[in-house]
């Protein structure tokens, strides 16, 4: 049992022992201001009030990840601009005056370091010269296959110059040119000098052409269309080669020039080694449009030799581009052509005079050898009809090739021609 003497001790040990332990937990303001520190975002009074601003924490000065935080305070916008802010620099640089602009057009995307996939200016043109093609379009390139300008945060506007798949080369553009897909383009590095692209200057269409199918040509050319060396004339595997090709033995076959022995109508050409094997390859030589005209017959006429036409009328397209068949329009090579009568086209010709063509009859095999089919080929379905006009060109309606709307800008490896067929199923 405690004796009533001893509480007032107990009571004072007890008031003893909280005040030592009252030490432990609560800090002086001082000690506790430096549990958590935090640097201050600049040096100006009363600063740290002030609402973040991008222009005062990161490009006048230099900021950190907790700054930027403050200025966005979205974690995607912070991180948005986080990793462009270090594309620019932006922790590297010293601010000087020359620097803060620096990092401001960058961060601004009017110039670039690395690989500028924060470029926002209005480059459209490419490094060498061609114009860019614009974003929205499927012609000459099925840009949609590759990029939705329709996304979120797309900067794929108009035709300019952008990055977005961070090439290492930098930003790029699909180009108009429908030989040239993808090209990179010339755009302003930050600190330096900038000396645009410009439009690289059409073709000279006057430059001289060789008549004859460049039979007569003496040049020196001797690369190829592909790029490829030619070899030597005189070599034995190729003089082997020519045994059986008729050469015009008036056309010298000099080094390894670009000559035209046998009339070629593609014109100069010459052997040359791809891979291992030899073959044929023609030369960058521009060649003269023939007289549109029919062939040429002699004929005697009071004594004397003088030039006529085989035809009476002039032909409109040159075999050489356009491919045989004017001359046969309208020939079909089972009826017209061996006087076969086509028992269906009275009938056809009447129905056209004041009627309406309802139901109708199948037509005989082979009335209508210019009708083509075209597919579609992977997935295999149809895709349109089409005609015939030479042994080389088929002709069908341009939205059956191009046609934004519904996805279509199909070349010629995704397409598949089919003629000769009486009966589709069969």
Request: proline fraction near 7%; charge should be negative.
């Amino acid at each position: 049992m405690v004796e009533p003497a001893s509480k007032p001790t107990a009571v004072l040990l007890l008031f003893l022992l909280h005040s030592c332990l009252a030490n432990h937990v609560f800090l002086s303001s001082q000690r506790a201001s430096q549990v958590l520190v935090r640097s201050r975002r600049a040096n100006q009074l009363f600063e740290e009030m002030k609402p973040g601003n991008l222009e005062r924490e990161c490009v006048e000065e230099v900021c950190d990840h907790e700054e930027a935080r403050e200025v966005f305070e979205q974690p995607d916008k912070t991180e948005n601009f986080w990793a462009v802010y270090l594309d620019c620099k932006g922790t590297q640089m010293t601010r000087t005056q020359q620097n803060i602009n620096i990092v401001r057009q960058c961060i601004e995307g009017q110039c670039i370091f690395g690989k500028g996939v924060n470029y926002d200016g209005n480059v459209n043109i490419t490094q060498s010269g061609r114009p860019c093609q614009y974003w929205r379009h499927s012609f000459p390139h099925p840009i949609m296959r590759e990029f939705n300008i329709s996304e979120p945060n797309s900067n794929l506007d108009e035709n300019f110059c952008r990055n977005p798949d961070n090439r290492p080369e930098g930003p790029w553009c699909f180009t108009q040119d429908p030989t040239v897909q993808k090209e990179a383009c010339r755009v302003p590095t930050c600190g330096e000098d900038f000396v645009p692209s410009t439009v690289a200057p059409e073709p000279d269409q006057t430059e001289e052409c060789l008549p004859n199918y460049g039979v007569d040509y003496v040049g020196d050319l001797a690369v190829t269309l592909g790029g490829h060396t030619c070899l030597q004339w005189s070599l034995p595997k190729l003089t082997a080669l020519s045994v059986d090709k008729e050469f015009m033995p008036e056309v010298p076959l000099v080094g390894n020039k670009c000559r035209n022995p046998d009339k070629d109508p593609e014109g100069p050409w010459c052997y040359v080694e791809v891979s291992g094997n030899v073959t044929v390859d023609f030369c960058d030589l521009h060649l003269c449009e023939d007289q549109l005209v029919g062939d040429e017959s002699t004929a005697e006429a009071d004594g004397r030799e003088r030039s006529v036409l085989g035809s009476n009328r002039k032909r409109f397209f040159d075999p050489r581009t356009f491919g045989i068949g004017e001359d046969d329009c309208g020939q079909r090579p089972l009826f017209e052509k061996i006087d076969k009568e086509d028992t269906k086209e009275e009938e056809l010709l009447e129905s056209y005079r004041d009627k309406r063509i309802v139901g109708g009859n199948d037509a005989e095999e082979s009335s209508a050898p210019w009708q083509v089919m075209l597919y579609k080929r992977s997935p295999q379905e149809l895709l349109c009809g089409a005609s015939l006009i030479s042994d080389q060109w088929i002709l069908t309606a341009a939205h059956c090739i191009y046609y934004p709307p519904w996805n279509k800008n199909f070349s010629s490896s995704d397409i598949l021609v089919r003629l000769g067929k009486h009966n589709r199923v069969k």
